[in-house]
């Protein structure tokens, strides 16, 4: 059968891309209904390549949805939206040991532009997507982006992502906590949206929880829109994890680790537009990997929980102690850290962007110098691991080094410095940290109570939202965006502030 005819079907749909999530679910055909009710995505751009996504789903929370056999799904790529010039087209199998889910790599595409995309299966035409490659090496293209993390479902909703979909850029750095493990949410009582009434320690657990979020109309549209660079944190697994080590005084705690951990990567997989590469083998997986955006941006990917040394003091917000400062203690691992630091000192690129989870700029928890109470989840709880590569950044002379960072529900701008208690410490980089989408729910315009405590601490705001960057070979400019309010549906978006960062001079810039 000839591509035309096998596909000739979805040429005159309509498109879908404004609501991605809206489908034609009653219409069964062959054995199986409408599979495509958790959208598309796409994600890990290159210049000739990038990840095509989907799962088959007719009913998502349903594990017996679909076949117990494998499906054969089709897929095309196209300049244009009503696929009159097809560029690449295929098939892959759905097979059920991945939840019928497909990661398309096509090659030989054309650096620097945007296609769309979409996928066939017994007949149904999934809804379309749309997204880009990355310019070639040499290119000095732009790079707009926006970072995004945190998005408890059971906080709120996801307007934010509806805006996001709105914006001029080119992909979406997700930070880590796709999903959230507890059956209500982590930060009060009760639920905005349920998720499910159970903790996830099983693969079709996990798999539960992953569609449910899927489901959200919000999610699809910006997933539909761009491509997304995503990494995992905490809760993707269970808080506050930490290598092969689960925390203390959980309320389910885990029979075993590394089973449940492999569950939750394989799920991870299964619902995440990323490479082959980072297919999970058992409870591993190799997250951390780079991407080039032409000559103005290299982009270094990070996984700061795989690898790391167990929180010290007892985890959590806690004062210092002995082996707080223990130069042996890693956050990134021997190998990962060594693969940063190669990288950084090899970059060509104008601007070294690290997207990763959780946040490097110290954040003193109190206003008494005495106390010096740190978070030990973050950087601040790896002093020894986070100087090495600061210190490496300064001996080296490494310029215009912007980290990216999640996790703490809060919008904040770093300054980072080789001693960061010391006001007059002059800046090796900066710490754009991203608030959430939905998780602490509405949160307020308070900034932190601790901001006299640090001196490198420029911006801090408790609002949901995300970040837009806009980065060229002679400025960082970061602006954070803003929603009200997230526990109802519909409110506006706003910039509250920007920061921007000159190109050859360290030090955060109120824009």
């Not at 880590?176 to 493990?181: C, Q, R, V």
């Not at 489901?215 to 699809?220: A, C, E, G, K, V």
């Not at 905490?234 to 959980?250: C, F, I, K, S, T």
Request: glycine content about 6%.
């Amino acid at each position: 059968m000839s591509r035309r005819s096998l596909l000739g079907g979805a040429v005159g749909l309509t498109s879908v891309l404004a609501l991605p999530g809206a489908a034609v679910a009653s219409r069964v055909v062959g054995d199986f209904g409408y599979p495509f009710t958790l959208g598309v995505a796409s994600g890990d751009p290159l210049p000739d390549s990038v990840v095509l996504w989907t799962r088959l789903a007719p009913d998502p929370l349903d594990a017996g949805s679909m076949p117990a056999q494998p499906v054969q799904v089709q897929w095309q790529i196209a300049h244009d939206e009503a696929f009159r010039f097809i560029v690449a087209a295929g098939t892959e199998w759905a097979t059920p040991e991945l939840a019928h889910s497909v990661h398309v790599e096509p090659r030989g595409l054309a650096p620097d532009r945007w296609y769309f995309f979409r996928f066939r299966a017994r007949g149904h035409i999934s809804p379309v997507g749309r997204t880009r490659t990355a310019p070639l090496a040499s290119a000095t293209r732009p790079l707009r982006f926006a970072a995004a993390s945190c998005q408890s479902y059971t906080d709120g909703y996801y307007t934010a992502y509806r805006h996001l979909a709105e914006e001029d850029i080119d992909l979406v750095a997700f930070l880590g906590d796709w999903i959230y493990e507890d059956p209500d949410s982590w930060f009060t009582n009760g639920v905005i949206r349920p998720h499910g009434d159970f903790e996830p320690m099983t693969l079709e657990q996990y798999r539960h929880r992953h569609a449910t979020y899927r489901l959200d109309s919000d999610l699809q549209l910006a997933s539909a829109r761009f491509p997304f660079l995503p990494t995992w944190d905490d809760h993707d697994v269970v808080n506050n994890w930490a290598n092969m080590v689960e925390p203390l005084g959980r309320p389910n705690p885990t029979p075993d680790f590394a089973a449940r951990r492999a569950a939750a990567f394989q799920a991870y997989y299964e619902h995440l537009p990323i490479r082959r590469a980072q297919m999970p083998k058992g409870p591993d997986a190799l997250m951390y990997r780079g991407l080039r955006w032409g000559s103005t941006a290299d982009l270094f990917l990070l996984d700061t929980r795989q690898y790391r040394d167990d929180q010290a003091c007892g985890d959590f917000n806690k004062p210092v102690c002995d082996e707080w400062d223990d130069p042996g203690r890693s956050m990134l691992g021997p190998a990962q850290e060594r693969w940063l630091l190669d990288r950084l000192a090899t970059s060509t690129a104008t601007w070294k962007a690290i997207p990763q989870q959780v946040p490097m700029g110290q954040w003193e928890q109190d206003n008494d110098p005495a106390i010096r109470r740190r978070s030990m989840d973050t950087w601040d709880g790896y002093p020894a691991a986070r100087q090495r590569i600061l210190e490496f950044i300064a001996e080296r002379d490494i310029s215009n080094v912007a980290v990216l960072s999640g996790d703490v529900h809060w919008h904040m701008a770093h300054d980072l410095t080789l001693d960061m208690e010391d006001p007059d410490a002059k800046p090796v980089a900066a710490d754009f940290v991203c608030t959430s989408i939905s998780s602490g729910r509405n949160g307020g315009d308070s900034p932190s109570g601790t901001m006299q405590s640090n001196p490198h601490l420029r911006y801090s705001l408790n609002r949901r939202g995300y970040l837009r960057c806009d980065v060229d070979r002679r400025t960082w400019l970061t602006s954070y965006r803003v929603v009200p309010y997230v526990t109802t549906p519909g409110a506006p978006v706003e910039t509250r502030t920007r920061f921007a960062v000159e190109a050859g001079r360290p030090g955060l810039q109120q824009a």
